[in-house]
């Protein structure tokens, strides 16, 4: 029997934190084996992505520290969430709610953090009026940053339904489709470019407010006046 699943996957070509869009795959195709391998192209870009990632990986942890002094982390992890949306479907008229989040998980104290694993969440529930058949999908790809081998990387899905709850965990390197294989790798590692970017925002946002309060001390003190006694 098919399992469909539904996996984050990236719009090449598309901006904003959340940009992104749902992609219906089977990833094991009933189980079919043995999974078709990479193409040579295919291989050489994901071991391309592979080091981007790294890099990237390396760049959120030079953040961390910031992070850390904003006492932004609670119990270990470091969340942003994005305003939740209504995604309609034509020609069908259905309608869904979908909001999207990512989490940093850390280890150590409270100035030594240390980049465990990152995950990026979306979650996509029904809001088609007078329809009472539940419908909400969460969908998680995480990979922890010690281990470069794309088979750490995991991708789960939870439906939920008025028939029951199901829940599916596989890896990437299971997907049976490569060029899927490929659409993940390449997601998720434009999504660390927009973590990263997301971060520097904060960070702007900060300084900025900092640089105004010492524009403000300089200017009213350098236009204090004459000093005189108190009498």
């Known amino acids: 029997m098919h399992f469909r699943i ?4 990236l719009v090449l070509g598309t901006t904003g934190v959340f940009s992104q869009e749902l992609v219906d795959i089977d ?7 043995p999974l078709p391998e990479l193409s040579q192209g295919q291989v050489k870009a994901m071991e391309g992505l592979k080091l981007d990632v790294k890099g990237l990986h390396e760049e959120i ?3 961390l520290n910031f992070l850390a002094q904003e006492k932004k982390f609670n119990d270990g992890k470091y ?4 305003i939740a949306r209504e995604q309609f479907q034509y020609p069908t008229k259905k309608r869904s709610i979908v ?3 990512f989490t940093l998980n850390v280890t150590g104290g409270d100035r030594s953090q240390s980049l465990k694993d990152i995950e990026i969440w979306t979650r996509k529930s029904s809001t088609t009026k007078h329809v009472e058949y539940i419908d909400t999908k ?4 995480n990979k922890p940053v010690a281990d470069d081998d794309w088979k750490s990387m995991k991708i789960s899905i939870k439906k939920i339904t008025s028939s029951g709850t199901t829940s599916e965990e596989f890896a990437i390197t299971e ?3 490569p060029d899927q294989r490929v659409l993940i790798a390449t997601m998720y590692r434009n999504k660390l470019r927009e973590i990263i ?4 925002r904060y960070i702007n946002a900060k300084g900025r407010g900092l640089t105004d309060d010492i524009r403000f001390i300089n200017n009213e003190m350098n236009t204090s006046g004459q000093y005189q006694e108190l009498e």
């Open 79 to 82: 969340i942003q969430s994005s």
């Open 175 to 177: 997907i049976y489709e």
């Open 138 to 141: 969460i969908m998680r790809v």
């Open 6 to 9: 539904f996996l984050i996957s």
């Open 61 to 63: 942890q030079k953040r």
């Open 99 to 101: 909001n999207h989040q």
């Open 27 to 33: 990833p094991t195709y009933g189980g079919l084996k």
């Open 197 to 200: 970017s997301s971060i520097d």
